[in-house]
């Protein structure tokens, strides 16, 4: 009998774009993947990859009933399936996650923390409520601890986030792209750019800016759109937006900010968009001016795609970003400093290719994702042998 892994995140898109090479990997590796996410628009791709997928709502919110809900759903589904491994992901289905499989017996829970929910800019009492949050599941749910950022396995590993007869279960994963065909720069050219700028009535020799997100307040773009529109003079400079207001967004207003904004000259709100690799390949610039973040991917594609970034200062962002060598850390919150960045770059098109060839170079030495997948995988085996 195959030994079976679950994989627990809240959405179906997360599972799909997030965790696909990692359970690619896991079925050739000869384990048996099972899918717990909420239902959606990928659950039929997921299912032709050959994963069983289960669907169960999982709020991204702390909602009491609900959420009771999903545990005990978990948990029936968990004790039917008897899995060795429930790997958990993303921070309310983590949470939930856990306790299930606690609660079910679950032999090896592991908990890849993409970015460990308190941050700095929290508040002193809003921090230190869901730093022992963290530390608690760690404690009594958790047997190991995958990070993504350095930072947050040091935090991890110095604050005893696990038992002690568990302090090798600390495992710093990293997080890693697709570098050898979908963000691999040599698979594309010119005419990609070309077309592109075609299509959207844009001059040749357009300085093209890209944001890749969710369209809510913590990933920044009120600060991007309000220093666009101090921009706006500059025909050159144009902003392509990607992304949309999730539905499970609790703060409707996003979408009226964005419907006032859809006629900005210098700006093209995208919505959702499958092929970003199109968009980076032919942009010049990425910017990703979030108040929070684990260790954001679409730095990394930006990078591979040879895009200098502007970035904020915050666990994360600064890991991936050199400031001065593959772009600029900014303040949180600040659209001031993201206009004056893009001006120097518009103005200095050396300092602009230098950054590029630099992250160019970093996404190809630090972020390849076959081994932050291997990293995973030798764990899997560890347990299960």
Do not use: W
């Amino acid at each position: 009998m195959k030994p079976r892994i679950v994989q627990i995140c809240a959405l179906d898109s997360t599972m799909f774009k997030m965790l696909d090479k990692l359970n690619e990997k896991s079925l050739e590796e000869g384990y048996e993947v099972h899918c717990i996410c909420s239902p959606g628009d990928y659950i039929k791709r997921l299912e032709t990859k050959g994963y069983v997928v289960h669907p169960i709502r999982i709020d991204r919110s702390i909602n009491l009933k609900g959420n009771i809900k999903t545990i005990k759903n978990i948990y029936k589904l968990l004790r039917q399936l008897k899995p060795q491994i429930v790997h958990v992901h993303t921070p309310v289905a983590a949470v939930l996650g856990r306790i299930a499989a606690k609660l079910a017996g679950v032999r090896t829970i592991i908990y890849t923390a993409h970015g460990f929910y308190f941050h700095e800019g929290m508040s002193k009492k809003e921090y230190k409520i869901f730093f022992n949050i963290e530390k608690c599941m760690g404690k009594f749910f958790t047997d190991f601890i995958f990070t993504q950022s350095e930072e947050d396995y040091q935090l991890a590993k110095k604050n005893n986030f696990l038992k002690k007869h568990k302090k090798d279960n600390y495992v710093h994963i990293s997080n890693g792209i697709d570098l050898k065909s979908r963000f691999n720069f040599n698979n594309y050219d010119v005419s990609v750019r070309e077309k592109l700028l075609e299509e959207h009535n844009l001059p040749s020799k357009s300085l093209i800016v890209t944001f890749i997100g969710r369209m809510v307040r913590e990933k920044g773009i009120i600060d991007l759109i309000e220093s666009m529109k101090e921009l706006n003079l500059y025909k050159n400079i144009h902003l392509f937006a990607l992304g949309s207001v999730p539905d499970s967004e609790r703060d409707k207003s996003m979408n009226s900010y964005i419907a006032t904004h859809k006629d900005l000259e210098n700006t093209t709100f995208m919505g959702k968009v499958e092929d970003v690799e199109r968009y980076l390949y032919s942009s010049d610039i990425f910017i990703l001016p979030s108040y929070r973040e684990g260790m954001p991917r679409s730095i990394i594609e930006a990078m591979a795609l040879k895009n200098a970034v502007i970035a904020t200062n915050i666990r994360g962002s600064r890991e991936e970003v050199v400031h001065n060598s593959s772009g600029y850390l900014i303040n949180v919150n600040s659209s001031y400093e993201i206009k004056d960045k893009i001006l120097d770059l518009y103005s200095d098109h050396t300092q602009l290719n230098e950054f590029k060839e630099y992250g160019y170079k970093r996404a190809q030495n630090l972020y390849d994702e076959s081994k932050v997948v291997y990293k995973q995988i030798e764990i899997f085996k560890e347990v299960t042998s």
